[in-house]
């Protein structure tokens, strides 16, 4: 038995890639929308106190941290995190990943002069890293991902 082919003319074949393209560009959408919800509903609100991460972060910027970021992936420099304050217990602290050190993270402040940070107390171990910044919410000028 032969096989016949059909030619589908030239606008047929663009409404179909069209249709396709825009099917495709749905689905990314949705995941996008799916994956930034599940972090959302698995984050947690942390107010910036101090001026130790200025100009990156200000007093009164409000911020959501997801407690989910690192249960797949290991913080990497550059990453804003929330750390147990290893001086004082019940405290946390809001600071920038510097740098890996033997299953430990190195981790600074932003602003060096005004930051308590592992320059005082020495790299942190990855149980006492909570969760990384990922939105600043508060206040709405300053509104954005970070």
Do not use: Q
């Not at 959501?64 to 602290?93: C, F, W």
């Not at 920038?96 to 320059?119: H, K, P, Q, W």
């Not at 969760?131 to 919410?137: D, K, M, P």
């Amino acid at each position: 038995m032969a096989l016949s082919s059909t030619a589908l003319p030239v606008g047929a074949r663009r409404s179909l890639y069209l249709r396709y393209g825009v099917r495709a560009a749905t689905a990314l959408a949705g995941a996008l929308f799916a994956y930034k919800l599940f972090e959302a509903l698995t984050s947690t609100r942390y107010a910036v106190a101090g001026d130790s991460m200025r100009p990156t972060l200000a007093p009164g910027d409000y911020l959501l941290v997801s407690l989910m970021a690192y249960a797949r992936s290991r913080p990497s420099p550059g990453d804003i995190v929330v750390v147990r304050d290893p001086e004082r217990v019940g405290m946390t602290l809001i600071k920038r990943i510097a740098a890996t050190s033997e299953g430990a993270y190195v981790v600074l402040g932003d602003n060096g002069s005004a930051s308590r940070d592992s320059r005082a107390f020495g790299p942190v171990p990855r149980d006492d890293i909570l969760g990384r910044a990922w939105l600043r919410y508060w206040p709405p000028r300053r509104f954005g991902l970070l």
